[in-house]
């Protein structure tokens, strides 16, 4: 009987294991060498290469450290383990893991690449008490967010500009430690050098330009992509049409938007409030 054909695009496992086979291959290492390096048999290795099995959390950490790629086969294991990801998410991941600029606009709760991790497990948890999704759908959500944050700490990081809608920052997640903390968080990331962050006030009304969150990419071959996500699930949007209105919008959004010192002024005085 013929085996299936794989969507290779589509497929998380088929690109775990032909990215281990590249490598592999590019060191001139065999599939029982790689093995002895990483303390599996060379069965398991040929069959992850051929996405015939796949991988675990150990066996993509252990990836990391013996072909020192600082967490690419970590984040790949947590694409394939995206059974708790928002459907079309994982397209703009890919997108955003590679962007020279991102330029984002945050609804309602912080961007989950500010998020504290305390703070996105109290949001995937109490999915899971509403009955939303499972226990391990929202562990994934938390590895998933975790593993997105890598590109803040990349060599050349992007160029990042968040506006946060005020609600942001008031709407109390976790309860008042973790809010305190994620708090503090985002008024650290606002001192990197390649992060601005400003607040979108409740003052802005009916002019608030976006009524979900939305976000724009640079890519390095000059595309700029953009993704909006619903209840129910992401967009990647390509056609330039649509991406060269969300622009125009964003840049509204920024012109309306407090400057930076009173945005941060006023992530201060949301902590003061939560304070005792």
């Excluded at 050349?156 to 309860?175: F, M, N, Q, S, W």
């Excluded at 305190?180 to 008024?187: A, E, K, N, T």
């Excluded at 390649?194 to 979900?212: D, W």
Aim: proline share 5%; net charge neutral; hydrophobic share 45%.
């Amino acid at each position: 009987m013929d085996e299936p054909v794989i969507d290779v695009m589509s497929s998380p496992a088929v690109r775990f294991g032909q990215e281990l086979a590249r490598l592999r291959e590019a060191r001139g290492w065999s599939q029982v060498g790689l093995g002895k390096r990483m303390g599996y048999s060379n069965t398991l290795i040929s069959y992850i290469e051929r996405a015939k099995r796949p991988p675990t959390k150990n066996f993509a950490v252990k990836a990391d450290l013996v072909f020192e790629t600082g967490g690419t086969f970590y984040e790949l294991w947590c694409r394939h383990a995206k059974e708790g990801l928002l459907e079309g998410f994982e397209e703009f991941a890919d997108e955003e893991a590679k962007c020279r600029r991102l330029r984002e606009f945050a609804l309602t709760i912080v961007t989950g690449l500010f998020q504290t991790q305390e703070y996105a497990e109290a949001l995937a948890f109490a999915a899971v008490a509403r009955g939303a999704i499972t226990q391990s759908e929202a562990e994934q959500r938390v590895e998933f967010v975790v593993a997105r944050q890598r590109v803040l700490d990349r060599k050349k990081p992007p160029l990042i500009h968040a506006v946060l809608d005020e609600d942001c920052l008031v709407r109390t997640v976790g309860g008042r430690a973790v809010m305190l903390r994620q708090l503090d968080h985002i008024v650290e990331l606002a001192a990197r050098p390649n992060i601005t962050i400003q607040v979108a006030p409740f003052s802005l009304g009916e002019n608030l330009p976006f009524t979900m969150p939305v976000t724009l990419l640079d890519l390095p071959d000059g595309a700029v992509v953009g993704y909006a996500e619903s209840h129910a699930r992401g967009h990647l949007e390509r056609r330039r049409e649509i991406v060269s209105v969300w622009e125009r919008e964003y840049d509204q959004l920024v012109v309306e938007a407090l400057p930076k010192a009173a945005s941060l002024a006023l992530v201060h005085k949301a902590r003061r409030e939560l304070t005792p």
